[in-house]
């Protein structure tokens, strides 16, 4: 399951900087203009987990195999996109793809670098992306209107509620609300999901930070923390130059930079987290001989689901999942010792799978 993360900001804000960087140092261009990026780039990206490392010291096997996130660096856009200005109807269109977004905001000052509106300003800056967005939903919902109105006037009682859903959203695009603000309940969210609404969609805030505003920010960063906590979004902290830099350099140069800097590890890491998390994704793992490796899937997913990411056929004949948890596995020092020990679970089909399970699933086909 890959996980696609639209890369969005204002022209020179440092999306394709950032992407460069998440890509291991090249593949977007990055300049100072705006639309250096016109057609979008995409990277997968691993997602950094410590317990890989943990489980192949133990298990020494040929191969590791990390999750992904899939980060799709979209150009950047301007006030109107949504009318067209910028190529915005092809941009916004990119971002429809995506499973999420990440926001890139500037938060630093710098003469040399070209700020399309003229000025420093995070909150006027999310405020015109989210508006272009909403005024793209707009279109959108009012072409399900139409559609939808056609069915409740013939008398069809799920339209008719379609339709209340439909106007409700509406109103709350109209008054400036993104459709992930509104407190929409999990039916009315239903309703609209056939819509694809740009601004459904959760968000994580990247602020572009300079190097002495590393780890924890500035005082636009601040004002970006307090926005994102009315909506329950993330905040990550990066310099997208740093990245760029480390991106360039060996393991050993990485550590050594980092350590100078006060930094335990890339700002990018805490980025691939928090997408990995946006959509309340977890991993479990296998452990085997040949390959330890991360499968990801959606928090709440049965066993049976959990082995259908490995191939249909475990959940097809899904008999039962062999369960360590991760803690144990790695304190007793591995499987047989664990089964030794008495940890090893035997779960069902009803078994809710958490975040850091090792599992061998036994299946019948």
Known sequence: MALSIGIVGLPNVGKSTLFNALNGGGGAEAANYPFCTIDPNVGIVPV??????????????????????????????????????????????????CAAIAHVVRCFDDENV??????????????????ELMLKDMEGVEKGLMRIEKLARSGDKDAKKQVDVFKKVNQGLEDGT????????????????????LTAKPVLYVTNVDDSS??????????????????????????AQIEAELAEMDKESQLEF?????????GLNTV???????LDLIS?????????????????DTAPKAAAVIHNDFEKGFIRAETIAYEEFVALGGEAKAKEAGKM???????????????HFRFNV
């Open 258 to 266: 980092l350590s100078d800097l006060g930094l335990t590890e890339p």
């Open 272 to 278: 691939i987290r928090e997408a990995y998390t946006l």
């Open 284 to 300: 479990y793992f296998t452990a085997g001989v040949k390959e330890v490796r991360a499968w990801t899937i959606h928090r709440g």
């Open 345 to 359: 679970r035997l779960e069902g089909k009803e078994y809710i799978v958490k975040d850091g399970d090792v599992m």
């Open 178 to 197: 993104p459709v992930r603000r509104q407190a929409l309940s999990s039916d009315e969210l239903t309703m609209v999901k056939e819509l694809c609404l």
């Open 114 to 131: 070209t700020h399309v509106s003229g000025t420093v300003d995070p909150l006027s800056d999310i405020e015109i992306i989210d508006t």
């Open 214 to 239: 590393l780890p924890d920010g500035n005082a636009y960063v601040e004002k970006v923390r307090a926005f994102a906590a009315q909506e329950g979004a993330g905040v990550a902290v990066v310099s």
């Open 48 to 97: 950094p987990d410590k317990r890989i490392d943990a489980l192949s010291a133990i298990v020494k096997p040929q191969a590791i195999q990390h999750a992904i996130v899939e980060f799709v660096d979209i150009a950047g856009l301007v006030a109107g996109a949504a009318s067209g200005e910028g190529l915005g109807n092809k941009f916004l269109a990119n971002i429809r793809e």
